[in-house]
């Protein structure tokens, strides 16, 4: 079955720890995205990356950094920078980056720093 | 900018009721609409899509129409049932980016 993978599902981590969070995908799409929900929010983009070895900030990139080195992994860590890392975190990918593709979304991460 | 503006919820039904979810955009060009929905402790499942004006979106019963005169696109669906119970987002793509609503949180009960 095609789809997006992340793990863990849950994740407990001590404040001033960084922590990396996967995600892998096999449906063969150019561009991945990470976004950060919060209880009672829609989703805010974190990073995106339309190709290999390439990714833009989204709207609330501070504290966070990605890699893009293969098409099918696009993995975030959340650093000590990060003011507030607590809150939901979901993958995504779309088939291209230009266009209006809908994308398809991962089960999640759910990050509780301490 | 691009944006997208939900219904407050909750919006609480009993079941075989009538739900309507209000979404309207504002956008610079012509967008693409969506509506996903998200189950307890889930990612975000596309549910229906439409992508030029008096597009009408369909499944599992919601639809939606692309209404460019009014920049909506209210989800709606005939006879709700308990298992619809679940966060739903308006969002809109224009060029490269998904642009999310809120999210309207609907709980029905048998």
């Known amino acids: 079955d095609g789809g997006i993978t992340q793990s863990p599902k849950y994740l407990f981590r001590k404040e001033g720890q960084n922590v990396t969070l996967s995600c892998e995908q096999n449906l063969n799409h150019d561009a991945m995205y990470w976004y950060r929900q919060d209880p009672g929010q829609g989703l805010r983009l974190i990073y995106y990356s339309q190709i290999v070895n390439d990714f833009q900030k989204g709207d609330i990139a501070e504290g966070y950094s990605v890699s893009r080195e293969k098409k099918e992994s696009f993995p975030l860590t959340v650093t000590s920078a990060q003011k507030n890392p607590t809150a939901f975190y979901l993958c995504a990918s779309s088939i291209d980056p230009n266009g209006p593709y809908e994308q398809y979304f991962g089960p999640g991460t759910r990050l509780t720093v301490t | 900018g691009d944006s997208v503006t939900q219904m407050e919820g909750p919006v609480t039904l009993s079941e075989e009721a009538f739900l309507t979810i209000n979404c309207t955009y504002t956008a610079t060009g012509y967008p693409s609409l969506f509506w996903y929905v998200q189950y307890p402790g889930e990612g975000l499942q596309l549910l229906l899509k439409?992508?030029?004006?008096?597009d009408k979106g369909s499944n599992k019963g919601f639809e939606a129409t692309y209404r460019k005169e009014t920049t909506s696109f209210h989800l709606e669906k005939g006879s709700v049932q308990v298992s619809d119970s679940a966060v739903y987002f308006c969002a809109l793509i224009d060029t490269d980016k998904l642009i999310f609503g809120t999210g309207t949180r609907l709980q029905v009960f048998p």
């Open positions: 439409a992508t030029k004006a008096d």
